[in-house]
């Protein structure tokens, strides 16, 4: 079992920043890729950010290039997604997500974190 813990959602007004963590705890060793996906009221859970744990390669979805950053640290056992120049349409509960594949898609996620709100105000 893995266990992950979101932390760092809020309200923000259109243009700010807000840095989003999520600790990893349990049987992690089996973890390939770890990463963000967030889902608005009535809509389906999308895919924002992964990051490969072993060589830190990272994907995002084209709705945040350029705006949202992902990382990790190995030692702390944390993923991290700093988001900056955040939108209205960046508001949804955010979900930590851990894969031992490639992360890219809701189905290839084995773990979930219990979502942490983030509300961007215009």
């Known amino acids: 079992q893995v266990q992950l813990l979101e932390f760092g959602g809020g309200l923000v007004q259109a243009g700010s920043s807000l840095r989003l963590s999520c600790a990893a705890s349990g049987r992690t060793f089996g973890r390939y890729g770890m990463g963000w996906f967030r889902q608005a009221p009535g809509k389906e859970r999308e895919f924002v950010a992964s990051i490969n744990w072993i060589d830190g390669s990272t994907y995002y979805a084209d709705s945040v290039k350029g705006r949202f950053t992902i990382s990790r640290d190995n030692a702390k056992n944390t993923l991290y997604l700093q988001m900056n120049s955040l939108k209205p349409e960046d508001t949804a509960v955010y979900y930590c997500?851990?894969?031992?594949?490639?992360?890219?898609?809701?189905?290839?996620?084995?773990?979930w974190g219990q979502g942490t709100q983030v509300t961007v105000s215009s």
């Open positions: 997500a851990s894969s031992p594949t490639v992360l890219r898609t809701p189905a290839a996620a084995n773990y």
